[in-house]
């Protein structure tokens, strides 16, 4: 496993352009197996699951060009196969929006079970009951799950739990069932409305987005091209926010969208960070002696606070003034990575999905591990105000899903070194995978 090594002490300071969004280039480039043309689709981030779901569309018999800046020409008309069950597909999560673009476009689908990140169970009861409710017959047996329709019928589809990849999976199921289908309890964060947008531009018919509410009429026939730019990454962006917060640093970020951040900036705004807002663009800093105010946290769907921006606002609690408390309403296991901050002396005692974190820590750097995405960026947080050296080992896991990673920190000042295990290589996913 590749590690990073850094020094405690450090201060972000300068600008960083954000990517394009993981969570919404996922489902983009999924949606291009529902259409049959040649679609070129910009600021994709070029990130470990992204090249991965390029390589299973490829495997399926599409043709893809990765052209610099991030801009991907995917030929999806030579796409000739609805199974896709090799390793890769459970390597990440983002795969599973593989069920809705092939069962709309080919009537069936037969799909390894997704991977992702390990925190807890992650079902897709949703997904298969939303399939089946659009007249699908769905089969699990062991890894693999198949659907096949003799035709989709619209319908009401009711979730009883927000979930953004069931929202996606049926939009992209529905866009070829015959009449209006309506979700209602959608989720409604912004890469709901990216695909949305992309599928509209492609001549589909879904409206709602954004809302809680989508209506999505069938189209039989869609555009065989077009273009489409994926939204920047708000999560990528919030983690450089809570980073120069943690750091009392300076720094721009450009590529924004700031009406996404809207719960991170009112939260961090609570804790006293300063921010100056502008049309695609946000700087961060810390007033003079200004120091950071502890406050509560609740993750909940958007616009609520993002439960991806929950371990790094753990760290940022470590710091703070006074005594934090953060409930996780979104994954029902989503502390593991607690146990690494406390190898660090950080202060926090867990119970259920609330956790207590004790401000004014001095953490102390050592040895720990990437748990999973976000909790990796976490300990990259926690390193740079640590005494001493920090490793964080397994920074694959990091490196899915943040582009540039270890340069963009260069960038802002930050000292850091990549390792890279030179030892014979494991099966990383399998070891540390689980669907
Ligand atoms: C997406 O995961 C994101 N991943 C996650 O981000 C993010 O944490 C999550 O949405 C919530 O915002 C991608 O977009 C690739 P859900 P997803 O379906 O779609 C339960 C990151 O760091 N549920 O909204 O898998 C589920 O267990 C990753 O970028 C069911 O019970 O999340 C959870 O408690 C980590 N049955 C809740 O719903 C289902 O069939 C929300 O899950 C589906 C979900």
Not at 42 to 67: M, Q, S
Not at 216 to 230: E, F, M, P, Q, S
């Amino acid at each position: 496993m590749n590690s990073y090594i850094l020094e405690g002490g450090q201060c972000l300071r300068g600008e960083v352009p954000i990517s394009g969004s993981k969570n919404a280039a996922l489902p983009v480039l999924a949606a291009t197996a529902l259409l049959e043309g040649q679609y070129r689709i910009k600021n994709v981030p070029l990130i470990e699951d992204t090249l991965t779901l390029i390589d299973i569309l490829k495997l399926l018999g599409a043709g893809v060009e990765i052209l610099p800046a991030g801009t991907v020409v995917i030929d999806s008309s030579s796409i000739n196969n609805c199974t896709a069950i090799s390793e890769q597909v459970g390597k990440l999560r983002g795969s599973y929006y593989l069920l809705g673009a092939l069962l709309g476009r080919f009537g069936e689908v037969n799909l390894r079970m997704p991977g992702g990140c390990n925190f807890g169970s992650r079902p897709i009861d949703l997904h298969l009951k939303g399939f089946r409710q659009l007249g699908a017959e769905v089969v699990e047996a062991e890894d693999i799950v198949s659907c096949r329709t003799t035709g989709l019928k619209s319908n009401s589809i009711f979730f009883d739990i927000v979930s953004v990849g069931a929202t996606i999976n049926m939009i992209l199921a529905a866009v070829k069932a015959e009449g209006t289908t309506t979700i209602y309890n959608a989720a409604r964060e912004p890469h709901v409305v990216d695909v949305a947008n992309f599928l509209n531009a492609m001549g589909a018919s879904v409206q709602g987005a954004g809302t809680d509410i989508i209506k999505v009429h069938g189209r039989d026939k869609l555009n065989l091209r077009g273009t489409y730019a994926i939204i920047p990454d708000q999560i990528e962006a919030g983690t450089y926010i809570a980073m120069a917060a943690l750091t009392g640093g300076n720094i721009k970020l450009h590529n924004v969208i700031p009406s996404h951040l809207e719960a991170l900036i009112a939260k961090l705004s609570e804790m006293g960070v300063s921010f100056a807002i502008g049309e695609e663009r946000i700087s961060v800093s810390m007033k003079p002696g200004q120091v950071l105010r502890s406050t509560n946290f609740v993750t909940a769907p958007y616009p609520g606070f993002p439960t991806d921006m929950q371990p790094q606002i753990m760290v940022l609690l470590t710091q703070a003034d006074g005594v934090g408390k953060v409930t996780e309403n979104v994954w029902n296991n989503r502390f593991q990575y607690v146990d690494d901050l406390r190898k660090m002396a950080a202060r926090i005692v867990t119970q259920g999905r609330s956790a207590l974190v004790t401000g004014g820590s001095k953490l102390a750097g050592t040895e720990v591990q990437a748990h999973d995405l976000r909790a990796g960026a976490a300990m990259v947080m926690a390193g740079l105000v640590a005494e001493g050296q920090t490793e964080i080992q397994q920074v694959e896991l990091i490196e899915r899903g943040y582009e540039n990673f270890v340069n963009k920190l260069r960038d802002l000042g930050v000292q850091i070194t990549r390792q890279v295990d030179t030892s014979p290589k494991e099966d990383f996913f399998k070891i540390n995978y689980v669907s």
